[in-house]
C-alpha cells in the first residue's frame, strides 16, 4: 500500500524532526503536506530528546559563549569541522527565538558555586526539560490541516526513483507495510544506543552492560544511518565515542545527572588515579585506552571526596549498575601523560 502527495516526509519525532516539521509547515506559502513518523508510542517518544535536560552554554544574548569554536576544535584534537562550527554558531540565536516563539522557557542562570569555565559563569536551562520542547512543537504541528502525525510507525527503507530518494516503507503498529511518497525525505531518528549490535561494532561489547535510563532509547536502533548508507550515502563524525554523563539508575525523572567530577576524584578499579580532574571542568581528559576494547584498562568508578576520604560511588563500566562502597585509600598521584595509549574527551 503507497501513500503520497507529502511535500515532506520526516521520520523521527524527536526536536530535530519536530522542528524539521513545524518549520515547513509554517514557510510553506500554500500550508504544504507534512507526515511526522515516530516509532515510539504515546507514552515514552521521542527516544532520547523526552528524557534530556538541555543545558546551554548560552551567553546573556543566547548566542554562542565566544571561545566555544575554539574550544570544539581543542577538544576534537584539531579534527572538528570548523567550517559547520561556525555555521551552528550563526543559526543559534535564531534557533533559541524560534524555540521561545512556540513555548519553550529558557532560565537564565548565573552559577556561583561551582567553577564551570563557562564564559561568565551563565548557561541557560528549560524548565521542563527536552519533553517540553518536543511537546509544545507537537502542539502546533496538531493544528495545521496539512500534518500527519504517525505514531508506532517504524522506518524501514527508503525508496528511489531515478537515483532519487521519494518515499520510505514503514512498519504499521499491526505489522503492515506501508510505502509513504514524498517530494523531501528528512532522517531525524536518532543514534544507534538501543541497537545492540552497532553498539558493539562501533563502541564494543562492554558498553552494552550499561542500562537505559530514558525508556524511549530502545526505539534508536540506528535506523536512520543504515537506510541512508543502504542508497549510497556515507557517514561522517565519530562513531566510536559518546557524550556521557553518570546517571542515578533508580530515577524515573528525566535527567537524573549526578554531577561530582567537579569536586572529587576519578579513578579506576584498582583505586589508582589516571586522570587530571582539574585540568578542565567542562571536557574531562582521560589518558587511557578505551575500557570497551579488549586489553584495555576498564574504569570502573568515580569516587567524590568528603570530610577528607574517597570513596567509590558507581561503576562507569561494568557488568552491573550496582553501587559500590569499597574505600579507596590512599589515594596515589594522576598517572604520568605518557602511560597510556591516547587521550580521550567526553
Known amino acids: 500500500m503507497a501513500v503520497s502527495d507529502y511535500d515532506l516526509v520526516v521520520v523521527g519525532g524527536g526536536f530535530a524532526g519536530a522542528a524539521a516539521a513545524l518549520s515547513f509547515l509554517e514557510s510553506a506559502k500554500n500550508g504544504g503536506r507534512v507526515v511526522l513518523i515516530e516509532a515510539g508510542d504515546p507514552g515514552r517518544w521521542p527516544g532520547a530528546s523526552r528524557w534530556a535536560r538541555p543545558f546551554l552554554r548560552l551567553d546573556r544574548d543566547n548566542g554562542l559563549s565566544s571561545d566555544w569554536i575554539d574550544r570544539m576544535e581543542e577538544a576534537s584534537g584539531g579534527r572538528a569541522d570548523l567550517d559547520y562550527c561556525r555555521r551552528l554558531v550563526d543559526e543559534v540565536p535564531g534557533t533559541i527565538e524560534f524555540m521561545q516563539k512556540h513555548g519553550a522557557k529558557l532560565v537564565h542562570h548565573d552559577e556561583v558555586h561551582a567553577a564551570l569555565d563557562f564564559e561568565d559563569q551563565h548557561y541557560d536551562f528549560l524548565t521542563s526539560g527536552g519533553k517540553e520542547i518536543v511537546d509544545f512543537y507537537l502542539e502546533h504541528i496538531n493544528k495545521y490541516e496539512g500534518a500527519d502525525v ?79 548508507q543502504e542508497v549510497g550515502a556515507d557517514t561522517a563524525g565519530q562513531f566510536d565515542m559518546f557524550h556521557a554523563e553518570l546517571v542515578d539508575p533508580r530515577a524515573r525523572k528525566y535527567h537524573p545527572a549526578i554531577w561530582g567530577q567537579t569536586y572529587g576524584i576519578v579513578v579506576n578499579e584498582n583505586c589508582e588515579r589516571f586522570h587530571d580532574e582539574g585540568a578542565d571542568y567542562l571536557f574531562a581528559r582521560s589518558r587511557r585506552r578505551s575500557p570497551t576494547r579488549p586489553g584495555a584498562t576498564r574504569t570502573r568508578s568515580l569516587t567524590s571526596s568528603r570530610t577528607g576520604r574517597s570513596w567509590t560511588a558507581s561503576r562507569a563500566v561494568g557488568s552491573t549498575n550496582r553501587l559500590i562502597s569499597r574505600r579507596c585509600s590512599p589515594i596515589p598521584s594522576p598517572a604520568s601523560p605518557g602511560s597510556s595509549a591516547s587521550t580521550r574527551r567526553g
Open 150 to 228: 504517525l505514531l508506532g510507525h517504524e522506518a524501514t527503507r527508503l525508496t528511489v526513483d531515478d537515483g532519487r530518494v521519494n518515499g520510505v516503507v514503514v512498519r504499521t503498529p499491526r505489522g503492515e507495510e506501508l510505502t509513504i511518497e514524498g517530494d523531501t525525505v528528512v532522517l531525524a531518528s536518532g543514534s544507534f544506543g538501543g541497537n545492540r549490535n552497532m553498539l558493539w561494532e562501533h563502541l564494543g561489547r562492554d558498553v552494552t552492560d550499561l542500562p537505559h535510563i530514558a525508556p524511549g532509547i530502545r526505539y534508536n536502533q540506528g535506523g536512520g544511518i543504515r537506510m541512508a
